[in-house]
């Protein structure tokens, strides 16, 4: 049974990541825990005030009220939308920090994955990810996330890319959501390295042919792409080029993910991916 949970705000960006992911393992016994946080800080999606009764509620006991009322609307949704008899849900809410609801469920519940829209109620256009998921990325390191984009048509990823620099030794734990991610889908894996040096060190040859006997029962091929002046460019030209149905990274200190997230290109907002991105923690 796997265990998977989606932070929603309720955006069409939230909505379509529990979509895709309940088409993406439509075939598997599966948990969803659909989360859904507030603070004195979140806006009201409505405007209603009064209880019924002539009284005024106050602003968090709305807040929670709304927050059930449309967790079980996207309860409803989902399943008139995508009904899988092997898909159970359980509807979270919580007052307090993403994060921090986060971590609690993942304990609670024996998390496998997490899905999130990556832009959310507040995207602007050619944000490489919302301020939300990157926050997230960034602070919950127990477990994959797989970031799914708001104008991506779900289509079964039967070419999943792995981005690595082959400068970090990746065990078969680190590597095992890859293996499973591909064995759902039926994928090859394209490992694509970026030609930041003239040829690989003994120690990335070494990680390399370990990640390649790692594959190997699996379909894969190797690629090396020209050295972009942006990464992040490199990386979609290749996913264009090869048809690549879902990008995957390991994240560790100084890893690829983490050099491509603060590259000045990001930063100005000019890069914007429309293929799903599977983020994997690594053993820091």
């Known amino acids: 049974m796997q265990n998977i949970l989606i932070p929603t705000d309720f955006?069409?960006?939230?909505?379509?990541?529990?979509?895709?992911?309940?088409?993406?393992?439509?075939?598997k016994a599966c948990n969803f825990y659909l989360l859904n946080v507030y603070d004195e800080g979140t806006p009201l999606i409505s405007r209603k005030v009064d209880n019924g009764h002539g009284?005024?509620?106050?602003?968090?006991e709305q807040l929670s009220d709304e927050s059930h009322e449309e967790l079980?609307?996207?309860?409803?949704?989902?399943?008139?939308?995508?009904?899988?008899?092997?898909?159970?849900?359980?509807?979270?809410?919580?007052?307090?920090?993403?994060?921090?609801?986060?971590?609690?469920v993942i304990d609670d519940h024996d998390i496998d994955l997490i899905?999130?829209?990556?832009?959310?109620?507040?995207?602007?256009?050619?944000?490489?990810?919302?301020?939300?998921?990157?926050?997230?990325?960034?602070?919950?390191?127990?477990?994959?996330?797989?970031?799914?984009?708001?104008?991506?048509?779900?289509?079964?990823?039967?070419?999943?890319?792995?981005?690595?620099n082959y400068k970090r030794f990746y065990d078969?734990?680190?590597?095992?959501?890859?293996?499973?991610?591909?064995?759902?889908?039926?994928?090859?894996?394209?490992?694509?390295?970026?030609?930041?040096?003239e040829q690989l060190t003994k120690t990335q040859e070494g990680n390399l042919k370990t990640l390649r006997a790692y594959l190997d029962p699996m379909e894969n091929s190797v690629h090396w792409m020209p050295n972009f002046t942006s990464k992040a460019k490199a990386i979609q030209?290749?996913?264009?080029?090869?048809?690549?149905?879902?990008?995957?990274?390991?994240?560790?200190?100084?890893?690829?993910?983490?050099?491509?997230?603060?590259?000045?290109?990001?930063?100005k907002l000019t890069f914007d991916i429309e293929t799903p991105f599977l983020v994997i923690p690594g053993n820091n």
């Open 11 to 27: 955006s069409n960006d939230a909505y379509n990541a529990l979509y895709y992911v309940s088409k993406l393992f439509k075939s």
């Open 55 to 60: 009284e005024h509620k106050g602003l968090l």
């Open 72 to 104: 079980d609307h996207t309860y409803h949704k989902i399943n008139l939308d995508h009904r899988c008899p092997n898909h159970k849900y359980k509807m979270i809410s919580k007052k307090m920090d993403l994060v921090e609801a986060i971590n609690i």
């Open 115 to 164: 899905v999130m829209g990556n832009k959310g109620a507040t995207q602007r256009l050619g944000v490489f990810w919302g301020s939300t998921t990157t926050k997230t990325i960034a602070s919950v390191k127990r477990c994959p996330i797989l970031a799914v984009p708001m104008n991506s048509d779900f289509k079964v990823p039967y070419e999943i890319a792995f981005a690595t």
């Open 172 to 197: 078969a734990e680190v590597l095992e959501p890859l293996k499973q991610m591909a064995t759902n889908c039926g994928a090859a894996v394209r490992v694509v390295h970026i030609n930041e040096e």
């Open 237 to 267: 030209v290749f996913l264009d080029e090869l048809g690549i149905g879902m990008l995957v990274m390991v994240n560790y200190e100084h890893s690829f993910l983490e050099n491509l997230l603060h590259e000045p290109v990001i930063k």
